[in-house]
């Protein structure tokens, strides 16, 4: 079945917006990034929203945004870590996205955020054990919701981006 979109799904630090920038610019594909969309309708930073309204508020209007995303067509579309924690999200995607899991290891995700601040689940904890808890809480989701799950460790985004293609050609031509 012929799908119009394409979904990045996976753990933050996953490459998810990077290798959604690189396959878009590819295909000639709209990139939309769900967090990015999100910090610009509320003009506040991912982060701010946690702090000031919590995850729960978040989570809420990253649904909103997702229902609305997911009628448009020829995007790659680049979500936020968490999306798999409402089933709604993953309907509304599925409906006319194709899922790709972005699989990365909990060492790969760390040695990509040991220096990032801007993760509000992660800040004022042990990074590496909050990856591991949080990754072995929603890995087996990720896979559920997945059409087709990419290994990421240890490959360059050319490699990646060029394996994605040739796996999902036949379902976006």
Do not use: W
Not at 91 to 100: C, I, K, S, W
Not at 109 to 130: A, C, H, S, V, W
């Amino acid at each position: 079945m012929k799908k119009s979109n394409i979904v990045l799904i996976g753990f933050m630090g996953s490459g998810k917006t990077t290798i959604g920038k690189a396959l878009a610019a590819f295909l000639n594909y709209t990139f939309i990034d769900t967090d990015e969309q999100i910090e610009c309708q509320e003009k506040r930073s991912i982060t701010e929203i946690f702090k000031t309204s919590g995850e729960k508020y978040f989570r809420k209007i990253e649904s909103k945004m997702i229902k609305e995303i997911a009628q448009g067509q020829k995007q790659i579309i680049a979500t936020g870590g968490g999306i798999i924690k409402k089933r709604e999200n993953i309907h509304f995607l599925q409906t006319t996205g194709f899922l790709v899991y972005l699989d990365a290891s909990i060492e790969q995700i760390y040695q990509n955020l040991k220096n990032d601040e801007t993760r509000p689940l992660l800040q004022g904890r042990n990074k590496k054990d909050t990856i591991r808890e949080m990754l072995e809480e929603r890995k087996p989701f990720y896979v559920q919701a997945a059409d087709l799950i990419l290994p990421v460790d240890k490959r360059s985004i050319h490699d990646i981006t060029k394996d994605l293609y040739l796996q999902i050609k036949e379902v976006i031509e």
